[in-house]
Structure formats: C-alpha cells, structure tokens
C-alpha cells in the first residue's frame, strides 16, 4: 500500500552565477558523503527571514483506506546548521503505520528537503522508506546556479549520476510550502515541472471553479479549492490512479484533504487533523473553531476524532 500527498508549485527566478573562468565544484562537494548524516539543530540567534508561514509549524495528517486509519503524516519546519556554519529551513514529512496495520504491513518513512532561506530552493532531498518489503534511500543534491543535480540510490541496484535542471527547479516539500506564499486561484490550469527520485515531470493542476467548505483539524467551514493533477508521478509516496486536492482557498493554502484511487489497493484518503506549532492565534482567527465534532467507532475499533464535510459555498 503506498501513500501519496501531491504538493504544488509557483514559479519564481533565482539569478544564476557568472564567469567565464574555471568551472567551480559542484555544491554538494562540500557537504558529507555518509548516507546518516543529519544537521544539527540551529543553536544561534533566530534567523530572520521574513517567510510566510511560521518555523517550528507542525502538520499532522490522518490516512485512511476506505474507512479504516492506517497511517499518520506529519510535517514539520525547522532550522539546522549546514557544514559552512549558516542556517537552512528542514522540511520534514514523517509517515508511520498505525500499530494494528504495522502487524500486516509496516510503513516508516522520512523526507527532508534542506532549503537555503535566501531563495527558497532546495539544497538537499533525502528519501528514506521502508513500506513492507520495500526499501528506498535515495539523496538528491542540488546546484541550481550550475544548472545541475545529482541523485544517488543508496539501497538495491545502486546508482549515482547528474542530469540538468532549470534555475528554479524544485522537489516536492519546498514546491508544496513555496505555493503557500500566493495561494491558487480558482478556475485556473497550472503547469509546472517538479523533481521526484531522478526524474523531472511536468505537473498539470486543474483548479476548480468553485469552493467548498471543509471540516478539518480543530476548524470548521475551511473554504477549499477542488484541485485534479494531469499527471502521474513517484513524489513522497508512490501513487497511480485518479486523485482530487481539496486547498484552503488563499494563504496559507493548505492542503485540507486529499483522496486518489489506486488500482488494487482502492481509495485512500489523507485529512489534516492538527497544525500545531507557535501562533494558534493566527488560524483560529482565520478559520472558525468547529464545536461539532463527530466520534465514531470503525469496524477495527479505530477511533475517527473529525468528520470531514463538504458543501459547496
């Protein structure tokens, strides 16, 4: 069974080196070879870049099939320091299996996108998974002012090599908080192009024209946009088949629900359940606490805290 949360992109410009001298070495040169190596937490003074969503924010995501909780996403930010002593943003996605599902098949996957705060593109994805039998550990390495990237498979049929890429490209956490700066409008089709494992896609959202209202976490009534990707590629987890976004309307534009249909497996659904992190105060004032939250038992015993609702606005 995989999981998948499609996550979106605005284009933006980065302005590239110049020289005609010698080439220099690529980025990723100075950064260590060994696959376990993970920045430490940043220690020094708060860094203050003026993004568009707090650091240290955590969002949790439920994951059903069908009517049964098999998993739990949650995505985190926060600073580390990167080996030439300066602050980077950490994107992390944490995925686990349930204890029950574990028992038949256990899911323990990490993906963490190290973003250089300047221009929001990624330095560093790293994809670690372990979903049954399936293993994957794979590194990719970015030098957007070289117009170049590396990707190396760690796990398996080994494999290490470098393929171009454009100045603004980039992989799936930095595009999906990256979109959040403007948010979607409606009615409109977006094509883009997106990294995931070691290929390029290019990525078609068809937006809806109208808005629903969506239960979700703590809040009721959250106005979303209907949101259907033309494309099908491997991205934080591997899907094929249909799938349908539904995107808190403006920033922050969250992703509020997903639900894609997977040959075999059937529909999987991911529902935001809780944002956490500093400044509460600024989502309750955005979106109205729900004071009807409905609990039910599933048929494994499973406890379903949120009923998700959709009306059209």
């Not at 705060?117 to 293993?135: A, N, V």
């Not at 997106?194 to 068809?206: H, Q, R, T």
Request: glycine letters at 6%.
């Amino acid at each position: 069974m995989f999981f998948s949360l499609i996550v979106l992109i605005l284009a933006s410009f980065l302005p590239t080196a110049g020289g005609d001298d010698a080439v220099p070495p690529p980025r990723w040169a100075a950064l260590p070879e060994d696959p376990a190596w993970d920045p430490e937490p940043w220690d020094g003074p708060t860094p203050s870049f003026d993004f568009w969503f707090p650091v240290g924010e955590e969002l949790t995501y439920n994951i059903y099939w069908k009517f049964l909780h098999v998993a739990q996403t949650r995505i985190t930010t926060a600073w580390v320091r990167w080996p030439d002593g300066r602050p980077v943003l950490r994107i992390r996605y944490l995925t686990r299996s349930n204890r029950v599902i574990s028992t038949i098949y256990p899911v323990d996957d990490r993906h963490d996108s190290f973003i250089d705060p300047k221009t929001f593109l990624p330095l560093r994805f790293i994809k670690d998974q372990q979903e049954g039998r399936h293993r994957r550990h794979d590194i990719t390495d970015f030098d957007h002012a070289a117009g170049r990237a590396r990707w190396r498979r760690l796990v398996g049929n080994q494999k290490d090599y470098e393929l171009p890429i454009e100045p603004t490209l980039r992989d799936i956490p930095s595009l999906a908080y990256w979109i959040r700066r403007e948010g979607i409008p409606r009615g409109t089709n977006l094509t883009m192009q997106v990294m995931a494992d070691d290929k390029i896609y290019d990525l078609e959202l068809i937006t809806a024209s109208e808005t629903m209202r969506c239960a979700a976490a703590d809040f009721d009534a959250i106005p979303c946009i209907p949101i259907t990707p033309r494309a099908q590629f491997e991205g934080l987890f591997v899907w094929k088949g249909p799938a349908t976004l539904y995107i808190s309307e403006g920033a922050p534009c969250l992703v509020i629900r997903l639900e894609v249909s997977i040959p075999v497996v059937g529909r999987i659904r991911a529902v935001l359940t809780e944002i956490g992190g500093p400044d509460q105060q600024f989502w309750r004032r955005l979106w109205t606490l729900t004071n009807k939250g409905l609990a039910f038992s599933s048929v494994c015993g499973i406890v379903l805290k949120r009923k998700f609702i959709r009306e059209p606005l």
